[in-house]
């Protein structure tokens, strides 16, 4: 995979990554984000903050995707099928993280994103590529502070069965991406691949649900959005559903639960 280094395709083994977040943690984090809604002051972020409250304080599920908790609770349920399929694979096939990143879809809006769009343009390039095995993956956006920008990306768990096929996607999807790095809004630097060490922390890594600040200067630190994008991808979030981010091939969710097409 070395002559993957230094293009903006991150590939790493599935099996290389370990954790998951704890309830508390999650809780705590939708505390923080009920203050963020709060203090923003407008009716529907009060509204949205009084039902991730009730959520974590009352045990009264909103199944918002822009709740932590909740989030937590559907990433358990997913991470849980998605290891035992992936452990549980025969001889010959591997799963391995992809991220892509999509700089023609780069925004100052993240309510202009358009997530069906993005996901039939994947999986359409995923069937012609002739993946055989599902692929699981999510649309997920970081935020550029120094230009204001909303960054969409995809990261994907997709099979390698060594017939060519996993490297004919990634060919498709590094010349999509070399059309898109001449755009004014690429990022120039390169991403290297990333190692990974086991399934229940890879799934949950690209299963996060967690958009976040990622600036150009070092300077700032990765992590938190500012006040008003956070409240706003936060009420935009909450207009979301967990199956209307995720990019399925020969899978899909269906009463919560993944159903798996295998070939
Ligand atoms: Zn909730």
Redesign the pocket.
């Known amino acids: 995979m070395s002559q993957l280094r230094n293009t903006k395709i991150r590939v790493g083994h599935l099996l290389d990554m370990n954790g998951f977040e704890s309830e508390m943690k999650a809780k705590n984090e939708?505390r923080a984000r009920y203050k963020v809604l709060y203090r923003d002051g407008r009716r529907e972020s009060t509204q949205l903050a009084d039902?991730?409250w009730g959520?974590?304080e009352n045990d009264v599920?909103?199944?918002?995707v822009a709740?932590?908790?909740?989030?937590r609770?559907f990433r358990l349920a997913l991470v849980e099928e998605l290891v035992t399929f992936i452990s549980d694979l025969p001889k010959g096939v591997e799963y391995y993280m992809v991220t892509v990143a999509l700089y023609d879809q780069v925004t100052d809006r993240c309510l202009d994103v358009n997530t069906q769009k993005i996901k039939d343009r994947y999986r359409k390039m995923i069937s012609r590529a002739g993946i055989q095995w599902p692929v699981f993956g999510v649309v997920e956006m970081d935020y550029c502070p120094e230009r204001e920008l909303w960054e969409p990306h995809i990261h994907m768990l997709v099979a390698n069965t060594n017939d060519g096929t996993f490297e004919t996607l990634l060919d498709r999807l590094k010349r999509s991406q070399q059309k898109a790095e001449g755009r004014p809004n690429a990022r120039k630097h390169t991403i290297n691949s990333r190692e990974v060490i086991d399934p229940k922390e890879a799934i949950s890594y690209v299963f996060k649900f967690m958009w976040q600040l990622l600036p150009l200067n070092k300077g700032w630190k990765k992590g938190r959005l500012p006040q008003l994008q956070n409240s706003n991808h936060l009420l935009y979030q909450d207009k979301l559903s967990f199956s209307k981010l995720m990019l399925l091939h020969k899978a899909r969710i269906e009463g919560g639960r993944l159903k798996i097409k295998c070939p």
């Open positions: 939708t039902r991730l959520c974590v599920p909103c199944h918002s709740c932590k908790s909740c989030c609770e």
